[in-house]
Every structure is written in C-alpha cells, then in structure tokens.
C-alpha cells in the first residue's frame, strides 16, 4: 500500500512537470506569434503613413560611359526628401566590393537635399558593369529597400579607347 502510494505521489509529480513543460512551450510559441505580428505590422505601416519621407532622386542610374582601367569612378546621386517627416538612411551597401558608396549621415528635412557618393575601382576590371547600391532607410518605397545603379564600361590600359553608345553590363 505504501509503495503504491509513492507511486502515485511520483506518477503526479512527473504529470505536474510534464504539464508545466508543455505550458511554457505554449506561451514561447504565442509569444512569438505576438512579436512577428507586432514586427510586421509596424514594418507594413511604416512605408504607407502619407506623411512619410520620400526619396526623389535627380538621377537613379548613372552611366559613366566608357573609363580608361586605373581611372576613379566617383559620381553624386544628389536627391530630396519629398516627404513630410525626416528622411534617415540607415545604410548603403552595394552589390561587390568594387563599388564604395558614402552617404548624408544627418536626417534630411522635408524639402532639403541630400547625396550618396558612389565611386567605383576600375583597377583590374576591363569590360562593361553595372552595379547596384541598395539603400536601407525610412523612406516611403514600393521595396524593402530603395536601388540605384552605376554602369559604364572600362578599357584595359593598353586598349584604344573607341566610342560606344550602350556597353552591355557585365555582373
């Protein structure tokens, strides 16, 4: 009798553990639920608010035509903040490592101006580019991320340069 009560005693602590495992797995899993929900609505509603900044670029691709190798490719993409409230760039990365892009680090008030320098390394890279600088920023955008492009085509140093129109882009 005695060994069927510890038993039982033992059979009901191992169901009360069991159950509070499976209450913690429960509340980690709806806790999660709860912050993507919160993440993605707060990311939804971030790009829609009609008093969001707004990029509006001068220019958002840049041909630098044909460059001799060696030569330094920089160009400004100069834009305004079109919207209501201050525009922040979080971060500009572009797609290789020959592409350095330098930005405005300040907020851009409704209506100023700002830029993002782009130079390109033509050492040892003969033949047409064209390379993608991605813009993380609070910016009102159709995208996660806002886009803007160099392209060109440089010449090995020993080539005659030799006029082209439209180098086809190499990636």
């Known amino acids: 009798m005695l060994t069927r009560l510890i038993l ?27 912050v993507l929900l919160t993440l993605s609505i707060s990311g939804f509603s971030q790009n829609n608010r009609p008093t969001a900044p707004v990029f509006k670029f001068v220019e958002e691709t840049h041909n630098f035509g044909t460059l001799k190798e060696g030569a330094e490719a920089s160009y400004d993409f100069m834009f305004t903040n079109a919207g209501k409230e201050p525009l922040i760039i979080q971060d500009c990365k572009a797609s290789c490592g020959c592409t350095t892009p330098e930005w405005t680090k300040a907020p851009i008030l409704p209506g100023q101006s700002g830029k993002i320098n782009v130079k390109y390394d033509t050492k040892g890279r003969p033949g047409s580019f064209n390379k993608s600088i991605y813009i993380a920023s609070n910016a009102k955008s159709k995208e996660k991320r806002y886009e803007i492009i160099i392209t060109g085509n440089v010449i090995a140093s020993g080539e005659k340069e030799t006029p082209s129109k439209s180098p086809e882009p190499k990636h």
């Open 8 to 34: 039982l005693q033992h059979q009901q602590i191992l169901s009360n553990q069991l159950t509070n495992k499976l209450k913690l797995v429960v509340m980690k899993n709806i806790f999660s639920f709860i």
